[in-house]
């Protein structure tokens, strides 16, 4: 049997249906299903129109399209990232603001199905008015990301070395950064065919919104889902050896185990597979598939202004649901939704993310055409009664780190090490709370240098060459994400 999100997918196929199963990384959940119709209406109506012998005049009619070129991509603040050019007609040559090709490459070019390619239409729908006396020029699109703060951000990672990601979200659900490293120059790319050849494997990726497993950070949502089924105590083996399968905790050859009765806080802020892993085995796969979709909105797409996330998980036996509920198996997410589970850990409420401020008039980006994507949009929620324990166990996970953080902030925080096939991932999920934060009150920002007073922060950092630092565990990761907190809060 399969699992594929919430939905039990049987073989039932007829001789009538053709049914094909995605890959683990095609797009999940969506099966499509080809049936011939043998309607007897419609037999009829195609053999009437085999035996019609009527002999018509075919007239062709040509019909030119004018193109419409893309308009340009602002930052929060207004500075130009990406504008095109007009010299040869039909060919929309895509430009960048200087000093941001590289920190913006895999974020908004076509050849990583960037933000020009997402938001195309948008960009693409005429201006209201002509630009530079033409008339098929599109209109153009202010993000929520700010621009020092990404170039900062993708900086910071080229001189420490760190290939992976930085996603960097704001509790009304806008994202402020969104940086993947290693990176390219997507005006190269274009204009130098043998540019991309020489680039390294996976560099045209944006990371920050590809899908890979995310260890040990999906316990923010096995320790919510067994707090509310009243699994707050189980006996940790350290090792577990069942069915002929094995899980093992990473401190399991410390000499501290068995514990008898591990709390689940203990679990949580120790990382213990083998708990959460017994919680999924009693709950069992249809129970923790609806938990997951209900509380975390993780088995359906979320469809954001940038593009659907998709997470992924398939159970195909037991030793995969357990090994489930430590982010693990066939588990699959990407680090803009640990932004957003981060935010919901940490504030109750899942918000879809998004990065559209305003779609403006390309002659002036400072007059609105049609209004950005909606703040705050709530999508799945944590229970009250759940929601301190969590918390506590944050804290905790926070306190191991050794950071320092502003006396005007507290600090939450999951790691996560993910065994994967590219070598370990290791991640920080976490979040600085402004201890004069608003989020309740709900403020839309049209300038986001307003937020800087009282806004809260939550920052995912993905480090996918762990090796090059001599880390075996997220928690030795600290040091780096100390750089990323001092970057963010620097601006």
């Known amino acids: 049997m399969i699992f594929r999100g919430k939905r039990l997918i049987a073989l039932l196929v007829s001789a009538s249906a053709a049914l094909s199963f995605p890959s683990c990384s095609a797009e999940v959940g969506q099966v499509k299903i080809h049936r011939d119709s043998d309607t007897s209406s419609q037999q ?43 010299a040869n007609d039909n060919e929309d040559q895509r430009l960048y603001g200087e000093g941001y090709s590289y920190s913006f490459g895999n974020i908004i070019s076509e050849a990583s199905a960037g933000l020009d390619d997402a938001v195309g239409d948008l960009l693409r729908a005429k201006n209201p008015n002509p630009v530079d006396g033409r008339e098929n020029v599109g209109q153009s699109v202010r993000l929520t990301i700010d621009a020092n703060v990404q170039t900062a951000l993708s900086s910071y990672m080229a001189n420490m070395g760190i290939a992976g990601s930085v996603v960097v979200l704001r509790t009304d659900g806008s994202i402020l950064a969104e940086v993947s490293y290693p990176t390219y120059d997507p005006e190269l790319f274009y204009s130098d065919p043998t540019y991309g050849e020489n680039l390294m494997s996976g560099t045209i990726a944006n990371k920050a919104f590809q899908n890979a497993s995310p260890g040990s950070c999906f316990k923010i949502m096995s320790e919510v889902i067994a707090d509310k089924n009243g699994i707050t105590a189980l006996y940790d083996d350290g090792t577990w050896v069942d069915s002929g399968a094995t899980i093992v905790n990473w401190d399991h050859d410390t000499g501290w185990y068995p514990v008898p009765e591990r709390s689940l806080y203990s679990a949580f802020v120790n990382s213990s597979n083998i708990f959460f892993a017994k919680v999924f085995d009693q709950l069992g796969t249809d129970a923790v598939l609806s938990e997951l979709n209900s509380l975390f909105h993780f088995c359906d797409p979320i469809y954001c202004d940038f593009g659907p996330i998709e997470n992924n998980i398939e159970i195909y036996c037991l030793d995969d649901l357990r090994r489930s509920a430590f982010g693990q198996a066939y588990v699959r997410t990407c680090p803009i939704y640990l932004a957003a589970l981060g935010r919901e850990a940490v504030f109750g409420d899942m918000v879809k993310p998004f990065v559209i401020q305003q779609v403006v008039d390309t002659n002036d980006p400072y007059t609105e055409t049609v209004k950005g994507s909606a703040p705050y949009e709530v999508i799945a929620s944590i229970p009250e009664n759940c929601r301190g324990n969590l918390l506590d166990g944050m804290r905790g996970v926070a306190s191991n780190l050794g950071l320092y953080i502003p006396e005007n902030y507290e600090f939450f925080a999951k790691t996560g090490t993910a065994e994967t096939g590219a070598g370990d991932f290791l991640y920080i999920t976490g979040c600085l709370r402004n201890v004069a934060d608003r989020t309740g009150e709900q403020i839309t920002y049209n300038d986001y240098n307003e937020y800087k007073a009282s806004g809260s922060y939550i920052i995912v950092m993905q480090v996918q060459n762990p090796a090059a630092f001599g880390f075996d565990f997220a928690s030795q990761t600290g040091a780096l994400y100390q750089g990323i907190i001092d970057t963010v809060l620097a601006y």
């Open 44 to 86: 009829q109506e195609n053999n009437e129109a085999q035996a019609a012998t009527t002999t018509e005049e075919t007239t062709t009619t040509t019909t030119t399209t004018t193109m419409v070129y893309r308009g340009n991509i602002y930052d929060t603040n207004y500075n130009l990232l990406t504008y095109g050019t007009y």
